[in-house]
């Protein structure tokens, strides 16, 4: 048997606004160009992905399972200028078969420079999905699958059964990610390992005529993932929900694909879907993985370079996180919440000045001209914010 596991990312961050030094407006979000992008990507993504999963889950009942993190910040966005994404997320989670993971609230890099501030973010992320779906989520997936065994051991004692990370040559050496592994020095915790081989045929390789697979079918997917039966259990499929619509456009076939796959992964009996959870109770650990470096699912290093591989990166974040004690003793809620949204992952990801392999990933939705002109952009966003804990 071997199960799919479909792991989405939903996930739109709060844009800077152009803010030059002279500024002192202390709106900085680009409210108008944040309403265009989460409407935009709604129309092409989020909606129509969301009928077609649901009409799946109604065509093959319990057959079929998916699981998705909403970060809280998209979330408040959907909640603003498009409702409708929220009221279509809710109908999935209603059918049983979805599964919603937890994560930071503002997908933030938190746990890499405070700890008390990642425990909040977590369980503020837990209580939003409760509140808007009626469900608490049971399995973790920190920001961009940032993971090492500290990582591990910190979410078990928040309660969580499972957690995500990629499944990167370097930390698997000789074994596969189609197994279910406990992180070193954990008691119960599951981790659940992202195929990037076969997630990335889908996520970026899909439309690339000079792919020698191109064009990609459902039955030839669908041979791939029986491949792994005798050699594991799981195939987990960890990608951006972006890839429906939006990185793989409609034209491409992508919806298609989508639809007809479930049919010839369930064909013969053989194989199944499955949510995180399910995987994680449903198969015992094949072994003990120690991961005591820091990986994630970014570029091709699987590292932390992406934010922070340069020198104004790290002094962003080092100014921003320095901040936060005077932040928090402020007591002034819409503070807290602009010190918060700074902390977006993103933020950074733009200021990257790795303009090679990745070069056209670092590029999307990216407002600014260059990495430095974002870095000048957040630092005067910062500098105001700083007075304003002056004042």
């Known amino acids: 048997m071997a199960s799919v596991c479909f792991y989405f990312q939903v996930h739109q961050p709060f844009r800077l606004r152009r803010y030059s030094v002279f500024d002192s407006d202390t709106n900085y979000f680009d409210d108008y160009k944040n309403a265009e992008l989460c409407r935009k990507v709604a129309s092409r993504c989020y909606l129509p992905a969301n009928r077609l999963m649901l009409d799946l889950v109604r065509r093959y009942g319990k057959d079929f399972a998916l699981s998705y993190s909403i970060t809280g910040v998209a979330l408040e966005q959907f ?25 930071t609230f503002y997908h933030s890099l938190a746990f890499l420079y405070s700890r008390e501030e990642f425990r909040e973010q977590v369980m503020a992320h837990s209580a939003k999905m409760t509140d808007v779906f009626g469900v608490r989520p049971k399995v973790f997936r920190n920001t961009e699958l940032i993971y090492n065994n500290d990582l591990a051991h910190f979410v078990e004692g928040l309660g969580f059964t499972g957690i995500t990370a990629e499944g990167a040559d370097h930390i698997l050496g000789y074994r596969s990610p189609a197994f279910v592994y406990r992180p070193v020095g954990t008691d119960g915790i599951r981790l659940l390992l992202k195929n990037y ?21 459902a039955e030839t997917f669908a041979e791939w993932v029986d491949q792994v039966n005798g050699n594991g259990y799981v195939v987990n499929l960890f990608m951006d929900y972006e890839t429906f619509g939006e990185h793989q456009w409609a034209d491409s076939g992508i919806f298609d694909f989508m639809e007809h796959l479930p049919e010839h992964i369930l064909a013969d009996g053989k194989n199944d879907f499955l949510t995180l959870s399910a995987a994680a109770a449903a198969y015992e650990p094949a072994a003990e993985l120690d991961i005591p470096h820091m990986v994630s699912w970014a570029d091709v290093e699987r590292d932390l370079s992406a934010w922070l591989g340069n020198a104004m990166q790290s002094n962003a974040l080092h100014e921003l996180y320095r901040m936060e004690g005077d932040v928090k003793a402020a007591g002034n809620a819409e503070l807290l919440d602009d010190w918060r949204r700074l902390q977006t992952s993103d933020h950074f990801y733009y200021m990257c000045t790795k303009w090679f392999a990745d070069g056209d990933v ?30």
Not at 89 to 96: E, M, P, Y
Not at 362 to 391: A, Q, T
């Open 197 to 217: 081989r076969l997630s990335d045929d889908i996520a970026f390789r899909f439309s690339d005529r000079s792919w020698p697979e191109w064009p990609l079918r």
């Open 362 to 391: 670092h590029k999307y939705f990216n407002p600014y001209e260059s990495p430095y002109d974002s870095y000048i952009n957040f630092m005067n966003v910062l500098d105001n914010l700083r007075s304003r804990l002056k004042g």
């Open 79 to 103: 909640e603003r200028w498009a409702p409708e994404v929220v009221d279509s997320f809710r109908a999935l989670v209603d059918t049983g078969q979805v599964e919603l993971l937890a994560e």
